[in-house]
């Protein structure tokens, strides 16, 4: 998966969590449970995994609403199907079953 800072998995997981649009000062909102973090930082991070394009932003009035660009489960999934087609073909079966075999 894409390594995301500290700051950008807890926006990534509040975004994740939610099943509507968010705001920045939303984010915020949430993010300060357990840390205080500025605005203006939230709102960078934000832009930024927007221009990565881990976030789609639509303009709802004056605001950004932010949702993040694919579940976390289809970015797991696109992660490890990279990882697996710069392996040996024949041994993509054994990782797949390994790690199914580990999930129970």
């Given at each position: 998966?894409?390594?995301?800072?500290?700051?950008?998995?807890?926006?990534?997981?509040?975004?994740?969590?939610?099943?509507?649009?968010?705001?920045?000062?939303?984010?915020?909102?949430?993010?300060?449970?357990?840390?205080?973090?500025?605005?203006?930082?939230?709102?960078?991070?934000?832009?930024?995994?927007?221009?990565?394009?881990?976030?789609?932003?639509?303009?709802?009035?004056?605001?950004?609403?932010?949702?993040?660009?694919?579940?976390?489960?289809?970015?797991?999934?696109?992660?490890?199907?990279?990882?697996?087609?710069?392996?040996?073909?024949?041994?993509?079966?054994?990782?797949?079953?390994?790690?199914r075999d580990r999930v129970g």
């Amino acid at each position: 998966m894409p390594v995301f800072g500290e700051l950008e998995q807890a926006v990534m997981d509040v975004l994740w969590s939610s099943p509507a649009a968010l705001s920045v000062r939303e984010v915020q909102g949430a993010l300060a449970r357990d840390r205080e973090f500025a605005y203006t930082t939230v709102m960078t991070v934000m832009d930024r995994l927007a221009k990565k394009g881990q976030l789609r932003r639509d303009l709802d009035g004056r605001a950004w609403r932010y949702q993040p660009s694919q579940s976390w489960a289809e970015l797991a999934a696109d992660e490890i199907m990279t990882l697996l087609q710069s392996g040996p073909a024949d041994q993509r079966r054994q990782v797949l079953d390994a790690v199914r075999d580990r999930v129970g």
